[in-house]
């Protein structure tokens, strides 16, 4: 179960990675046609450059418009094991075919009624349904005279089929599970920012073995992340409200309360987080900082530009939990003081200064208060850097540069002559082939499924450049950053692991 929730957590990034693009077409599209600020910079007021911010608004809207459906094209890419694209097809069909259905239900039998969006959930269960039925019989062989419909087209077929069943029984089953989301988030509104705070804890918590990627698309993407009527049209999740208002050229005043789910990221990845490397690089002694300046000016640049922060955390996720739980605790409260100060920053993927310009500079002032950004990240700034430096030296917490000569190497990337060199001493390192059952990768993690998670070589590992490696269960992730998704394209190629 826990492979699976990090196989699905991972397959939503494929899709989810699409929306920086869409929310720097958005972004910039949507503020620079926006009414309020070309009558600020009348230079912007003219008919060829409104009309190319214009089509830069639709063209991001649109994507965020059909997130569900690229969420279970995506779900059913990442987790197809062969044939990814006629699973992606059928999921697609599928989707369709649920959604059609929902509709022409709700004609029959309650006209007057609501319209139903099932959203993320209704990715997650067809995307899941049709992934398991591609992975099962895009090989079936019909008798002969069906036999056209064999193979991988039975799968679209059987899919639209059961796409049916699914938009009936969503039909029967949504309205009170939406009533029951919708209360849900009523109360985690209700709690105001001591929810805000929870949410941003515990999903830093999760993000330790990687399952973040389950909790945030709930709120981002359904009602737990709250209901708002746009122009007219009801838009359910935190991420899809912000995006709505956004698009809105005659919205006024602060984004709504859904940006409560995002405002808290930016204190944390663009200040806090390289307070604490710095601290880890002052922790070092004199002698040793050269050897070890580049990788943490590296990783804290990773952090202030794009919000990827796992080269960071791994620094000291595994050598002690526990500052990473106060390094969580400190993240919830960031969310906290977000609230509070009523600083209302959306974002497409994570909480870096690209996002932070996109949705909190160019959006002005009175729409996001973004300039209360700054005095509170230089406080996160200065609370890491003090608590981790105290941290590190009370304990003697072994972050990179301060172990012996053997973990020194460990942070230090293998001078081989080519990455496929490295991938081969991999392959060795994981127990063989016979050992690797299956090889996937996140933005930053090497996952590898394994027979035996006991003849593993970490030391191997490590010595190749993983920040860290983790084992759960028969599961297998080297941190090894931006090189986690080549070391596996070549794996998979060399030992013919289908993609």
């Not at 069909?93 to 239900?105: P, Q, S």
């Not at 600083?343 to 002005?364: A, K, P, R």
């Not at 080519?418 to 390192?429: D, F, T």
């Amino acid at each position: 179960m826990f492979k699976l929730l990090q196989k699905i957590g991972k397959a939503f990034m494929l899709p989810i990675a699409i929306l920086p693009a869409a929310g720097l077409l958005l972004g910039v599209g949507g503020a620079l046609s926006n009414p309020t600020t070309v009558l600020a910079y009348p230079v912007l007021n003219h008919p060829v450059l409104q009309g190319i911010f214009q089509v830069m608004a639709a063209a991001g809207s649109t994507i965020f418009a059909n997130l569900a459906t690229l969420l279970c094209i995506g779900l059913c890419i990442g987790l197809a094991k062969k044939d990814k694209g006629t699973a992606a097809l059928a999921g697609f069909v599928g989707y369709i075919v649920m959604t059609a259905t929902i509709t022409a239900l709700i004609q029959i039998f309650n006209p007057e009624g609501n319209a139903i969006d099932t959203g993320v959930i209704g990715a997650l269960v067809i995307g899941l349904i049709t992934v398991n039925f591609h992975n099962k019989y895009h090989n079936i062989q019909l008798p002969q005279a069906l036999g056209f419909f064999g193979g991988s087209r039975f799968v679209p077929i059987i899919t639209s089929l059961v796409g049916v069943l699914v938009g009936a029984f969503f039909f029967v089953i949504w309205p009170p599970f939406q009533n029951w989301l919708i209360s849900t988030g009523d109360f985690i509104a209700a709690t105001g920012p001591v929810g805000t705070f929870f949410y941003g804890f515990l999903m830093r918590l999760c993000g330790a073995v990687g399952l973040h990627h389950m909790i945030y698309p709930m709120f981002w993407y359904t009602e737990l992340g709250g209901v708002a009527t746009i122009n007219g049209e009801t838009i359910a999740g935190a991420q899809k409200i912000f995006f709505a208002q956004l698009a809105d050229t005659t919205h006024t005043g602060l984004f709504t309360e859904g940006t409560r789910f995002f405002a808290g990221r930016f204190a944390t990845m663009i200040f806090g987080l390289p307070g604490a490397c710095l601290a880890m690089y002052r922790c070092i002694d004199p002698q040793k900082r050269k050897k070890f300046g580049g990788l943490f000016l590296g990783v804290a640049f990773t952090s202030i530009l794009t919000g990827i922060t796992e080269p960071i955390e791994f620094m000291f996720l595994f050598v002690n939990p526990l500052l990473y739980v106060i390094h969580a605790f400190l993240d919830g409260v960031s969310f906290f003081v977000a609230d509070i100060l009523n600083i209302s920053i959306g974002n497409t993927f994570s909480g870096g200064v690209i996002d932070f310009t996109l949705f909190g500079i160019l959006q002005g002032n009175d729409k996001t208060n973004w300039l209360l950004v700054l005095p509170v990240g230089l406080l996160w700034f200065a609370i890491y850097y003090m608590l981790f430096t105290w941290y590190i030296k009370k304990f003697n917490v072994l972050t990179p540069g301060r172990g012996d000569e053997a973990s020194e190497e460990e942070v230090k990337v293998a001078s081989k002559d080519s990455l496929k060199e490295e991938a081969l001493v991999i392959i060795e390192a994981l127990g063989g082939s016979a050992n690797i059952e299956d090889v996937d990768a996140c933005i930053t993690r090497l996952r590898v499924s394994v027979h035996q998670a006991a003849i593993v070589d970490k030391g191997a590992l490590k010595q190749l450049g993983a920040v860290d490696v983790l084992e759960v269960g028969n599961g297998i992730q080297a941190i090894y950053g931006a090189k986690a998704i080549l070391y596996k394209n070549i794996i998979n190629d060399t030992l013919g692991i289908d993609d």
